[in-house]
């Protein structure tokens, strides 16, 4: 079974969030499962010059974006075990940032056009599956439907829609159509890609993809109720019998405390008393008091609403008047920035605020603190609880999404679980969650089960992989 997954950003090469993380860890686990995955995503000028200089050129062809024929040369590479496609042209990828510019429409209909021309300059890799992930390749199904079901290399090919996060869709104005897709006025209709007075590449990879995914089981039904659903929620309930929750694993080649080798002390769950070694070098490094006794939250998020930011705001004068140290790492929005900065002046031996990008520090804080709080307002899978769980570091999170299909609230009468979690987006819930969290702190027996219970959670990609592998196989039946 051959399947290109397509993909706007991956990790190594360029990555701003949880989809680099799974176009590398997905598709090397179904390489595993004996798939001929592959992976196609921009070559942007962000790519590190090891990377590029690596990169063999396969093809240049012409791609046509409206009126105009651009220029797109095909490279590649393989990258632990899986080949890498790159979309080279200038014009579009070559900028200090990957997304976020004025004509991001035009930047991925580009692309999306050239992946699929690509497919030509292959060789003998002829994909059965073409797997799209969120909106800046959501046109992708609608040209294969629309540009290739008479030709023969295409019109077997079936498509897959991953939805990572609804919030952003690729809303563009109707004229793009035209202008830049080259498609026809009757995509311009309720049942194909109009949004509004506009038109949405997300909802194109939802109705034009043969089956649609998202990556987690709760994430998917919430998305089919106005609340979670950002306006698309009637199709996604219409589209439901195509519609499948598959949670993301994480890479443990990549996040084990084992092997790190950015934190202060490996360490793994047959040594749990090791890990305290990592909060007290982080407490020297933050400025904070060192001490084992101090409970340690951490924070690693991109400063957005989504996470839940709003909750921790509202009762940050109560939680900082707790006997604990928290550690911020991330950045985003100013308005987030700004209030925890401003707190991190006033009480400094309680908060630091690290308002920055910083892997290695991200990976210390997750070795070195006892609780991770996530309370997101949405989240469609995440990534920072699953690493948490790995580095024992016990997660306080709102039960949406793959927060709750992932974290197990503790029971003290049973010793199961793996984290501490509540229901409704109320700051008054999540400040419980957290005191709950610091009574067990104190029992120090039950504490060092509930870390063992959270480092022994099994988040690999090998289940999530398998999920997949029978998705594609019943698809291509
Ligand atoms: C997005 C979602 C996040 C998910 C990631 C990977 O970033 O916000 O919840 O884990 O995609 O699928």
């Not at 509202?314 to 928290?326: A, G, M, T, V």
Request: charged share 25%.
């Amino acid at each position: 079974m051959k399947v290109l997954f397509v993909a706007s950003e991956a990790y190594p090469f360029i990555k701003t969030g949880g989809l680099g993380d799974v176009a590398y860890a997905l598709p090397k686990a179904l390489r595993k499962l004996g798939i001929d995955a592959r992976v196609i995503i921009p070559k942007y000028s962000g790519i590190p010059l090891a990377f590029k200089n690596c990169m063999e050129s396969i093809a240049t062809f012409n791609v046509q974006v409206g009126y105009r024929e651009q220029y797109c040369g095909l490279e590649n590479l393989i990258y632990d075990g899986v080949p890498y496609y790159f979309v080279d042209n200038e014009y579009y990828f070559k900028r200090p940032h990957i997304y976020g510019d004025y004509d991001d429409g035009e930047r991925f209909s580009f692309f999306s056009k050239s992946v699929l021309e690509s497919i030509k300059y292959m060789g003998d890799f002829k994909p059965d599956i073409v797997h799209c992930n969120d909106w800046q390749t959501g046109v992708v199904p609608v040209l294969l439907k629309e540009n290739y079901s008479e030709d023969v290399l295409y019109n077997k090919i079936k498509s897959v829609f991953t939805i990572h996060n609804l919030q952003y869709q690729g809303v563009f104005p109707k004229e793009v159509l035209g202008e830049l897709l080259n498609l026809d006025w009757k995509y311009f209709n309720d049942d194909a890609m109009k949004f509004y007075d506009a038109v949405s590449f997300m909802k194109g990879g939802i109705v034009f993809s043969d089956e649609v995914t998202t990556v987690s089981d709760t994430y998917s039904k919430e998305i089919q109720t106005p609340f979670y659903g950002e306006k698309l929620d009637g199709l996604l309930s219409a589209r439901s019998a195509n519609l499948h929750g598959i949670v993301n694993g994480i890479d443990y080649e990549l996040y084990s405390p084992e092997v790190d080798e950015k934190i202060f002390y490996n360490y793994d769950i047959k040594n749990i008393n090791q890990k305290v070694k990592n909060k007290l070098k982080l407490q020297e490094k933050l400025g904070f008091t060192v001490s084992e006794n101090i409970p340690m939250i951490g924070i690693v998020t991109r400063l957005v609403k989504q996470k839940g930011l709003d909750l921790i705001v509202e009762k940050l004068q109560e939680i900082l008047s707790l006997p604990i140290q928290i550690v911020l790492l991330g950045n985003g929005d100013g308005y987030y920035e700004d209030i925890f900065q401003y707190h991190a002046s006033i009480y400094p031996s309680r908060i630091s605020a690290n308002i920055i990008f910083d892997a290695a520090l991200a990976q210390q804080i997750y070795a070195g603190s006892d609780m991770f709080l996530m309370p997101s307002l949405f989240e469609p899978c995440g990534i920072g609880q699953l690493i948490a769980l790995k580095y024992g570091s016990i997660p306080i999170t709102r039960e949406t999404g793959g927060l709750k299909d992932t974290i197990i609230p503790y029971d003290k009468y049973t010793g199961k679980g793996n984290g501490f979690s509540f229901k409704n987006y109320s700051g008054q819930e999540l400040l419980e969650a957290i005191e709950r969290s610091l009574d067990l702190y104190k029992d120090k027996t039950s504490w060092n089960k509930l870390v063992q219970n959270a480092m022994s959670s099994n988040n690999s990609w090998e289940n999530s992989a398998k999920n997949y592998l029978e998705l594609y196989s019943d698809l291509i039946k």
